[in-house]
């Protein structure tokens, strides 16, 4: 099979949005401001749309699992903009996943509300591997993927048993995790990452994940730890790239444990009107630079592009550039 197009897999979200004037204590009450928005969400929704901003042309296939209801329906709304995303391989059942969003105006804080919906029951068979005929599968979010972070007799969980299975059809494979506290990630992470071909995830899951400490007590980042950490991540058995991504720049060590780093973009005052899908963003970014087979430095390179055009929009897609114009912004903000 000559295999074309990425596949992003797992998490469809629909966030609903609400401005409220001060988050209220318990028993008390708050006042929302305007209407309230709507909003897709989560790594198969984000990613993929920003991989069809990058280049019209690429297929993008989308697998995940929506509710035949008004929030699996404004997903697909979304990905109808877009002739180039593939969405045969959503199945609809259940409720679809949901985010209820608080944004505070008093403290700018936002609060996050989980309806888990029919997403954590998103598994291998899902998925369809056998008609899927993409280069590359993206899965994730580990973490956030109930079934898929179950456990499996023969590969430790169901995640790392879909990207085996992806491998063994010829697929190359990649993963990205959510950020939380607790002990999870080095329970769940490190089998997927057997079978990873490229993992791309920020710098507080890889530090969670190896041990590596990339942050001081007073949030400073600690840069000389990014080579350590990304060692760490090719021993746990990454094959190609891995990559973690932070405010501060981008840092990654390719299949020969070469490492690589390049600067984040100093953007215009203003400039920035909303973080939401940022890291997503940035994924999408190094992974239409593997699907056309460039070097690390030009991934991370379109990834720090990427990620800077959707800091202009305030949703997680909408201000995502083609590749060539998202790298000549690269070059207008100053960036080599």
Sequence with gaps: MDRQGICTAGNLI???????????????????????EMAVGGLACNTSLSLAQLDRNLPVYVSGLIGNDPEGQMVLSHFGKF???DTRFIGLRGQTSYTLVLNCQETRERTFFVGRGVGAEFDVEDVKLDQLPAKILHAGYILLLDALDGPDDAFGTRMARLLHDAQERGLLTSVDVVSEAGDRFRRLVPPALKYADYCVINEYEA??????????????LLQGGMEPALERLKDMGVRRWAVIHCPEGAFGMDGDRRFESLPSLRLPEGYIKGTTGA????CAGVLYAAHEDRS????????????????????????VRPAPEALAFYREMGGA
Excluded: H, M
């Excluded at 994940?209 to 007073?218: E, Q, W, Y």
């Excluded at 890291?279 to 940035?282: I, K, S, Y």
């Design 14 to 36: 629909a966030d609903v949005i609400y401005r409220i004037a001060r988050y209220p204590g318990r028993g008390e009450l708050t006042t929302i401001l305007g209407e309230r």
């Design 83 to 85: 002739k180039n995303i």
């Design 207 to 220: 530090q969670q994940i190896t041990g590596v400490t990339l942050r001081s007590a007073d949030g400073a």
């Design 279 to 282: 890291g997503d963003a940035f």
């Design 296 to 319: 690390l430095s030009d991934a991370l390179r379109l990834g720090i592009a990427s990620a800077a055009c959707s800091l202009g929009g305030p949703d997680s897609y909408s201000a």
